[in-house]
């Protein structure tokens, strides 16, 4: 007798959950789908105004459209100066790891050489990616400035924020230091200006 009431009441929960429960199968795969149940603004998407992020539009200045599309000072500030960092890194680990293999020790021992190469490394790398960082943020400091007040961006205008930036960093070097080095990063920046236009 009281196995056939737990039967009875065994099967009124199966059937009252078989019929209740809501299922995947039931919710998604069939014709009756209701964002709603999922989250609470699912289903308002025609009532949203979207917007518009003035952040993914390339810069208007004229000349501005190269093979490096830029968006706006802020955006050549942080790629140029981030781009720099890392090769001048990755340039002085090379050079580091040239000059700690070379270099002459008193015992020949694998530790020692090792810690040679990894001293090297380290002491070029951080040189290099250092300087070449500064060396972008100066230079995208001024040719942002220089195509604001100019209106438009060009080769000159990355010519001149090349020597500004050089003449700078060599300053305090006498003035012929700093001319070489106008006219190195001035060249530089020619070049590059050069190359993203005809890319």
């Not at 999922?38 to 105004?49: F, V």
């Not at 700690?100 to 040189?127: C, M, Q, Y």
Request: aromatic fraction near 8%; hydrophobic fraction near 40%; charge should be neutral.
């Amino acid at each position: 007798m009281a196995s056939s009431s737990n039967t009875a009441n065994s099967s009124f929960v199966k059937d009252e959950f078989a019929t209740d429960a809501p299922t995947s199968s039931h919710d998604l795969l069939l014709g009756s789908f209701d964002p709603s149940k999922l989250h609470p603004m699912a289903g308002i998407e025609d009532k949203l105004d979207y917007l518009l992020l003035d952040d993914e539009k390339t810069s208007d200045l004229p000349g501005a459209g190269t093979a490096i599309p830029s968006r706006g000072w802020s955006d050549d500030l942080c790629y140029g100066t981030g781009t720099m960092y890392l090769s001048g890194l990755a340039l002085g680990g090379v050079w580091g790891l040239r000059e700690g293999a070379r270099k002459p020790l008193a015992v020949s021992n694998a530790r020692l050489r090792i810690n040679s190469i990894l001293n090297s490394v380290t002491r070029r790398g951080t040189f290099i990616g250092n300087s070449a960082g500064c060396l972008a943020l100066v230079y995208n400091a001024f040719n942002s400035a220089i195509d604001h007040f100019r209106g438009q961006h060009d080769t000159y205008g990355s010519m001149a924020a090349g020597a500004l930036t050089g003449v700078l960093y060599k300053s305090t070097a006498g003035v012929k230091p700093a001319l070489a080095a106008a006219t190195v990063i001035s060249g530089s920046a020619g070049v590059w200006s050069w190359i993203k236009r005809k890319i």
